[in-house]
């Protein structure tokens, strides 16, 4: 197995300390919008502010599993184990983690996955 070459683990490690800057900035946005918003009002105003609880909900949770992600892969990195697929265990492609720092899958590993995944939903 070939170790990802030195220059290409520190653009990634910018890449993901980047991404975890702009996550943990558009939690903190999504928060206080949501606490500063008026309440009250009509049934109307009150169903209205369940839809956007509901979505405000819905978005933390998507930013904050993106923001795992990202620990994630910084954690193999301190542990050295960054760049390896999780499926096949082989070097995931240095283009793939320039493009998508925090996958955990090789192109072959997300197709072996999928592939998987499709035969357990028939």
């Known amino acids: ?3 990802i070459p030195e220059k290409i683990l520190n653009l990634c490690r910018e890449k993901l300390i980047t991404a975890k800057s702009e996550l ?12 500063s918003r008026d309440r009250g009002g009509d049934e109307t105003d ?6 956007a609880e509901g979505q405000f909900l ?11 992600e990202v620990e994630i892969a910084l954690a ?11 499926e096949t265990e082989e070097p995931i492609e240095a283009e793939r983690l320039l493009s ?3 996958t ?10 999928e592939d998987i995944s499709k035969r357990h939903a028939k």
Not at 24 to 35: A, G, P, Q
Not at 46 to 51: E, G, P, S, T, Y
Not at 58 to 68: C, G, I, K, M
Request: charged share 30%; hydrophobic share 40%.
């Open 76 to 86: 193999k990195m301190e542990r050295g184990i960054y760049g390896i697929c999780e």
């Open 58 to 68: 819905v978005n933390q949770d998507r930013l904050r599993h993106q923001l795992l």
């Open 1 to 3: 197995m070939r170790p």
């Open 24 to 35: 943990l900035n558009r939690i903190r946005e999504n928060l206080h919008d949501y606490r």
């Open 104 to 113: 955990r899958l090789s192109v072959e590993g997300a197709e072996l996955r």
């Open 100 to 102: 998508i720092p925090w």
């Open 46 to 51: 009150q169903a209205a502010d369940v839809l």
